[in-house]
């Protein structure tokens, strides 16, 4: 198969694109090296940005081209995939479902109301919340069928919005970080990586425009093995479809030390690395995916995985909204 040109590829512009690329002067210092720069998919503007936006242009061009009049997706119950849904769906006129899955138990009021839900809800999105004893993933495949036989022309858009189509937004920001007007060369990328797109996008873009930087997910969920074999998976479907040399499995690498007791849960780690970022940068990372990305890539820096005269970019994929359905975890850990 010849390889296919991404230009080429049904997208809809639903962000602010390329994001800017930042010098962290006062981390990097702070630190003593390596120079770390910044990402800054935090700012990809629809609905307060994040990765999912990137995502996004291309899943709702397919829908779009599928004549789609809801559009069904999934995520934990502080999903900001879903919010980012919910904001692209009502941009194209089109409706949304979200089935949202309880993935932490007994939570605080905040996290059930505040933050992402509140924003989805800003966005009239229909909430359904996934039963306890339920696989979230059979739920809405049935609640899909059910839908479609009621005559309503569904697009179902996996958790994360990852799947070849959507991992190709992060196929084109390897593109913006090659065509970035300050030409820097990189040594390493790094970010959190969950539902495994972006990381999965980074990788095939890698590929595809034959760019050898290493790229490192910090997982926020599951296990080395099981997240990387997830990307992997998925980055092979996508230079597939793109037509482009598919990359080797050892080129996924994958840390699982910073998920801390479990998914959405909080760790020391990642809320001193949301307070430096904050403080230092007048950044903000979230409690889920870059907190503990961020916090996973300072414990790298502390145990010499870079030079110290390394240029390592770091993606800031988003999620600060959701600081507001955590502001429990900070509590006696902020200045008062
Ligand atoms: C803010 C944020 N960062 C990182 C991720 C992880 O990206 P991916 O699911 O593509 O691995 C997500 C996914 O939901 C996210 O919302």
Redesign the pocket.
Known sequence: MSKKNLKDIPRIKLGHFPTPIEHLKNISEYLGGPQIYIKRDDCTGLATG???VRKLEFLMADAVNQKAELVVTIGAVQ???ARQTAAAATLLGIKCLIILEHRIDSPPEEYLNSGNVFLDRVFEAQIEHCPKDRDVKEYAAERVEEIKKEGTNVYFIPG?G?NKIGALGYVECINEIIHDPQGIQFDHII?????????AGLLAGRKYFNYNVPITGIS?RFKKDIQEEKVFTEAKSTCEFLGCDVLDRSEVVAFDDYVGPGYGLPTDAMIEATKLLAKKEAILL?P???GK?FAGFMDLISKNYFKKTDKVLFIH???AVSLFAYEWAFKGKLVS
Request: glycine letters at 30%.
């Open positions: 994040g990765n999912k999903s900001n995939h994360g990852s970010h959190g990586t969950g539902s495994s797109g972006t990381q926020v979230d889920v995916y870059s990305g994929t988003g999620g």
